[in-house]
Nanobody, 115 residues
Framework: QVQLVESGGGLVQPGGSLRLSCSVS????????MGWYRQAPGKQRELVAA???????TYADSVKGRFTISRDNARNMVNLQMNSLKPEDTAVYYC?????????WGQGTQVTVSS
């Protein structure tokens, strides 16, 4: 079983920054193929950033140029640096593998962008 624990969320003003972290533990092969997802109230969960085993990163158009995904393989952590935050970035953020079967979802971390 894999455990995912997201942290780093909070309340931030528009234009501000946050750094989210995802700790991965349990029985897994690697964190080479990971993604950050978010779910806003009344909306479906969406993928916002992904990091592939080859090191390639991809982003949703809505966050491109503002968010950066990174991995700390030694610590089994995946991070999401979020800059120039907008009110529409408000959501619960989750991490998970991009493999064929998702791991059990963590509790997520709430990000609220508001003045």
């Amino acid at each position: 079983q894999v455990q995912l624990v997201e942290s780093g969320g909070g309340l931030v003003q528009p234009g501000g920054s946050l750094r989210l972290s995802c700790s991965v533990s349990g029985r897994f092969t690697s964190i080479y193929n990971m993604g950050w997802y978010r779910q806003a109230p009344g909306k479906q969960r969406e993928l916002v950033a992904a990091s592939s085993s080859g090191g390639t990163t991809t982003y949703a158009d809505s966050v491109k140029g503002r968010f950066t995904i990174s991995r700390d393989n030694a610590r089994n952590m995946v991070n999401l640096q979020m800059n120039s935050l907008k009110p529409e970035d408000t959501a619960v953020y989750y991490c998970n593998t991009r493999g064929s079967s998702p791991w059990p979802w963590g509790q997520g971390t709430q990000v609220t962008v508001s003045s």
